[in-house]
C-alpha cells in the first residue's frame, strides 16, 4: 500500500483512484492543469463519499478524514516525493509520453510510474522515460469505487519488482487483479470489449436487429451485466471509437476497425450517456 500516491488527472478515472486510495489509507496528490479542473474533481469525491455515507457503507467521519488526505495542485512537482504516481489523462499517446518524460526527471529511482491506460501499449509510454522498468500498467475501471477490476500490464522491460508493488498498491484499495503478461494494444479486457461492440454496432447498422435486441441478446444468452451497445454509452462511443482506433492501428486485425456508424455519431455528438444520446435515448 502506497504510503503517499500522486494521480495525474482529475478527472473521471483520476478522481476515482484518488478516492478509493485515501479511503484506504493513503496521502494523495491529486494535480490537473487547471484549477477548475481540480475543483471538478475534488466535488466528485465528496458527493460520491457523501453517497456511500448515506447508504451506511462509510461513516461522516470516514469520509472526512479521506477527504482530508487528498490535496490538489496544479504544479507537476508535487509529485516528486510520491511512492507511487498514477497517470490518468487523455489516451493519447503524446500526451502521456510527455507526462511519463517529466516524471523520469522528478520522482525518486525507487518510484513506481504507473499508467491507467486502457489501449496504449505500455513499452511505448515508458519508453519515454530511462528507467522502464519501473513503468506498468494499472487499468481501472470506471467507476472506480465500485469496480472491483484492475488490469495490471507488463510493458516488455517492467520488472517482477514493480508488478508486485503495483499489485499490493491495487488489493491494498480493494481491487481484484489481472495479469496481462504482453502489452498488445488493448491489453485484454479494451480488446474484448471493443471486438464485441464492433460487432454489435455493424449488426445494428445493417439492420440486422435493434439496439435493445442485440443487448438483450448478450444479457439473457450470455449472462452479461449489461449488453455491448448499453456499455458503450455508458463509457461513452468517443472513448471505445478512440480504444478500438488505437488497437487497429497497432494490430491491423480488421475485427478492430470500427465501422462508419460509430465514427457518424462522434461526430454528431451522440456519444452516450454524457451527451443525452448515443444508441439509446437518455435524459
Avoid at 46 to 63: C, D, P, Q
Avoid at 95 to 116: P, Q, Y
Avoid at 118 to 132: F, L, N
Avoid at 208 to 235: N, Q, R, W, Y
Amino acid at each position: 500500500m502506497a504510503k503517499k500516491l500522486a494521480v495525474i488527472g482529475a478527472g473521471l478515472m483520476g478522481s476515482g483512484i484518488a478516492q478509493v486510495s485515501a479511503q484506504a489509507g493513503s496521502d494523495v496528490v491529486l494535480r490537473d492543469v487547471t484549477d477548475a479542473a481540480l475543483a471538478r474533481g475534488k466535488d466528485a469525491i465528496e458527493a460520491s463519499y457523501a453517497k456511500f455515507v448515506s447508504k451506511g457503507k462509510l461513516t461522516a467521519e470516514g469520509a472526512e478524514q479521506a477527504l482530508a488526505r487528498i490535496a490538489t495542485t496544479t504544479d507537476l512537482d508535487a509529485a516528486a516525493d510520491a511512492d507511487i504516481v498514477v497517470e490518468a489523462v487523455f489516451e493519447k499517446i503524446e500526451v502521456k509520453r510527455e507526462i511519463f518524460a517529466t516524471l523520469d526527471g522528478l520522482v525518486r529511482d525507487e518510484t513506481i510510474l504507473a499508467s491507467n491506460t486502457s489501449a496504449i501499449p505500455i513499452t511505448k509510454i515508458a519508453a519515454a522515460t530511462s528507467r522502464p522498468e519501473r513503468v506498468v500498467g494499472t487499468h481501472f475501471f470506471s467507476p472506480v469505487p465500485l469496480m472491483a477490476l484492475c488490469e495490471l500490464v507488463r510493458g516488455y522491460k517492467t520488472s517482477d519488482e514493480t508488478l508486485a508493488a503495483a499489485r499490493e498498491f491495487a488489493e491494498g484499495i480493494g481491487k481484484t487483479c489481472v495479469v496481462v503478461n504482453r502489452d498488445v494494444a488493448g491489453f485484454v479486457t479494451t480488446r474484448l470489449i471493443s471486438a464485441l461492440v464492433v460487432e454489435a454496432a455493424k449488426l445494428y447498422e445493417s439492420g440486422v436487429a435493434s439496439a435493445e435486441d442485440i443487448d438483450i441478446a448478450c444479457k439473457l444468452g450470455f449472462g452479461h451485466a449489461m449488453g455491448p451497445l448499453a456499455t458503450a454509452d455508458l463509457t461513452g462511443v468517443d472513448i471505445l471509437l478512440h480504444a478500438t482506433d488505437n488497437i487497429y492501428t497497432e494490430s491491423q486485425d480488421e475485427k478492430f476497425a470500427p465501422p462508419e456508424i460509430m465514427r457518424r455519431m462522434v461526430e454528431a455528438g451522440d456519444i452516450g450517456r454524457k451527451s443525452g444520446r448515443g444508441f439509446y435515448p437518455h435524459d
